[in-house]
């Protein structure tokens, strides 16, 4: 399932055995809030969700994915990235709440920004833990200018910094 520029509030279902893979993609100028919720209702439910994002001028972007377990073996992933740049905002809520009913699942938070000029960013992976019986769980976020060093060694091979900087963006937001 793939959503672009998505906004406003969605819910999905992952009934049992079932395997969903979602991509978010939002490379386009404009503020928008989008909230994902995703069940995982049935033994053995997987989901992964990828998110790319960007955020240019004065815009504001926000994204609110959240997964939640509560039954035997099931496995689910959020993996999201964006860039800000100019004076825009960027903000990534990843959560994942591991249900007391919960049983031996494999859960995964994380969260990356790069920051170009005078943008900002704000990162808050969550993981709630209501069970014993986990098989793994793990959140983790990075949020960081883009390093200058980068930049210059594209300088000094012949690529201009605009589009050195564009060759930052586009293979962070590919590599997943």
């Not at 928008?32 to 972007?61: H, M, P, S, W």
């Not at 014993?132 to 200018?145: E, K």
Request: charged share 30%; net charge neutral.
């Amino acid at each position: 399932m793939k959503l672009v520029q998505p906004t406003g509030t969605k819910k999905i279902l992952v009934q049992e055995n079932e395997d969903l893979v979602i991509w978010l993609e939002d490379r386009d100028s404009g503020s928008r809030d989008f909230t994902l919720e995703i069940e995982l209702q049935g033994d053995g439910a997987r989901c992964e969700v990828y998110g790319r994002a960007q955020t240019f001028g004065n815009d504001q972007k926000n994204w609110y994915v959240k997964q939640i377990f509560s039954g035997k073996n099931q496995t689910g992933s959020i993996d999201l990235r964006g860039t800000a740049e100019e004076k825009s905002f960027l903000r990534f809520d990843g959560t994942a709440l591991l249900q007391k009913e919960s049983i031996d699942a494999d859960a995964k938070v994380q969260e990356r920004i790069i920051l170009f000029d005078e943008a900002k960013g704000k990162l808050l992976p969550v993981l709630t833990v209501k069970t014993d019986r986990v098989s793994s769980a793990s959140h983790g976020a990075s949020i960081a200018p883009v390093e200058r060093e980068k930049i210059l060694y594209l300088q000094s091979r012949g690529i201009s910094q605009k589009s050195g900087e564009k060759l930052i963006k586009e293979g962070f937001l590919r590599s997943h």
